[in-house]
């Protein structure tokens, strides 16, 4: 392949994540309370053209993790942005819909210490879902799958102690 030489990495990590969401409060007591995600701040339109009519929340930022980077070190965490895109102005300009046959979204991960895989296994099974484990050889990690309640899949990774030893030799 031609053409211009690979750019060095500049990304220094992942800042936001957003998902367009049919129930914005269910979607934020699940992030909250299965993965332990902290609003960092929920709001709505309330002045203006755009201006919410009934002043419910429209867009909820969670903080998925504190960053090591200059933003990060400014205060601006890892956030999972949840949007309702039929009351958001913005989302609502922006947004089509779900079209699962040309969607490139896949799923999210995140990384989980390997000492709280097992941990984290019961209790996803204990909020009444059904994590579906799975050994990754060429990562050296292992994983739990799981869909939140608008079916979006979900991962939590972690080393899988077991093959970094193996894959050290």
Do not use: K, W
């Amino acid at each position: 392949m031609t053409g211009p030489a690979p750019r060095p990495r500049v990304v220094t990590g992942v800042a936001e994540v957003a998902l367009n969401v049919r129930d914005l409060p269910r979607m934020r007591r699940f992030y909250e309370q299965v993965l332990g995600f902290a609003l960092l701040y929920q709001g709505c339109h309330a002045d203006g053209p755009e201006a919410d009519p009934d002043g419910e929340p429209t867009i909820a930022f969670l903080t998925i993790a504190e960053a090591d980077t200059p933003l990060g070190h400014r205060g601006h965490p890892q956030i999972l942005a949840l949007i309702d895109y039929r009351r958001h102005a913005f989302a609502r300009e922006r947004f089509r819909g779900h079209e699962p046959s040309t969607s490139t979204f896949n799923h999210l991960a995140f990384e989980i210490p390997a000492d709280q895989y097992e941990a984290e296994r019961t209790r996803l099974t204990e909020h009444g879902l059904d994590p579906d484990a799975r050994s990754l050889p060429g990562m050296a990690a292992r994983s739990l799958f799981f869909d939140d309640p608008e079916g979006n899949q979900i991962e939590l990774i972690c080393p899988d102690p077991g093959m970094l030893s193996t894959s050290q030799n």
